[in-house]
């Protein structure tokens, strides 16, 4: 479905490489997911069972986090990681950048791309 959203689409070189790619990509945003999901349900066991959403609830967090998790993707790895260590867990920009082995500058970067990611997801594509 995403290969048909594309505006331009070339026929690849290695047909079956290429397959093998897409394949590849899916499994691998299954698993990602399926940890997420798996993550949530593992710290849900930590509340006391009074406190825990009702199922509708869950299930409406669950696809949230999913949600998220899809925006946060298109992030490089230490992108992402920069975002959520100052958005969850509150880190300021030199504690992030010693957490990652990069520079300030380049935590701002990484805030600025995540930020953007952001911005796309409520108002669509900046112009």
Sequence with gaps: ????????????????AFLVAIAKGLLFDYFRRAALEQAYLTELMLIPESE???????Q?????????DRLLGKLSSKARAAFLYNRLD?????????RLGVS????????????????????GEPL
């Excluded at 825990?52 to 869950?58: A, K, L, R």
């Excluded at 409406?60 to 998220?68: G, Y």
């Excluded at 300030?104 to 108002?123: F, N, S, W």
Aim: charged share 30%.
């Design 90 to 98: 509150g880190l300021g920009h030199a504690d992030i950048a010693q």
């Design 1 to 16: 479905m995403r290969l048909l959203g594309r505006d331009e689409l070339r026929e690849p070189r290695e047909p079956r």
């Design 60 to 68: 409406l967090i669950l696809e949230d986090l999913k949600a998220i």
């Design 104 to 123: 300030v500058p380049r935590v701002r970067q990484y805030l600025a791309q995540g930020i953007r990611q952001c911005y796309i997801a409520l108002y």
């Design 52 to 58: 825990h959403p009702s199922p509708e609830e869950q």
